[in-house]
């Protein structure tokens, strides 16, 4: 939820969300997709990014807009690879990619890559039952049980805006590594994404 509460709502008047954002089917699913949708269920509560899609902090609205109001990369801050920073209620915040890595505890590591071979994202589509054109992968395309995944995944671990339900190279290399619990450094992407705001 973290990516989502800093870029989701950035600069948006986000009305529309609360019924937009009812993509899980939380009706017990029928019995000849069960099996796909346990293994769903099982898979995402063992995945790395478990913690950043479970942890719902509360985080004040007033607090997100203040965060992205002065928000700046500055290249020249922490540790050589540059900082967020900004300011809230009038003290300074200072975010970098290890500090990500630490409170979303997504067990990635610096060294891990945050790209794949396009190739390897599409051998993984079909378990998704994928029947679109890639890249980009466009969330309609894939079985109704498995865009709840694709949902959380763009809410949670994407810059994308509202309305936008397409995944870019990058951020489908992320969701493939998600599925295959494969190593992401995911607190890159996530600090990268941050440097775009």
């Known amino acids: 939820m973290f990516l ?7 600069k948006m008047d986000l009305k529309f969300i609360p019924t937009h954002n009812q993509a899980g089917y939380l009706a017990p699913p029928l019995e000849k997709h069960k099996k796909m949708y346990t293994s769903l269920m099982k898979g995402l509560n063992n995945c790395r990014i478990v913690h950043a899609l479970r942890e719902n902090p509360v985080i004040y609205e007033s607090l997100i807009q203040d965060f992205w109001k002065n928000a700046r990369f500055d290249a020249l801050e922490a540790d050589g690879k540059g900082a967020v920073v900004t300011e809230i209620q009038k003290k300074v ?6 500090m990500i890595r630490e409170v979303l505890q997504f067990n990635d590591q610096e060294t891990d890559s945050v790209e794949l071979p396009a ?8 378990r998704l039952s994928y029947e679109g054109k890639y890249p980009p ?3 309609k395309f894939v079985h109704r049980y498995w865009r709840l995944l694709v949902h959380m995944f763009i809410l949670c671990m994407t810059e994308n805006r509202g309305g936008t339900d397409q995944l870019n190279i990058t951020q489908s290399a992320a969701l493939a590594c998600v599925i295959t619990n494969e190593a992401f450094n995911y607190s890159k992407y996530v600090f990268e994404a941050m440097k775009k705001m």
């Open 93 to 98: 915040v200072i975010v970098i990619e290890q």
């Open 119 to 126: 190739g390897t994202v599409e051998a993984i589509l079909p």
């Open 137 to 139: 992968l466009i969330k």
């Open 4 to 10: 989502m509460h800093f870029c989701f709502m950035q």
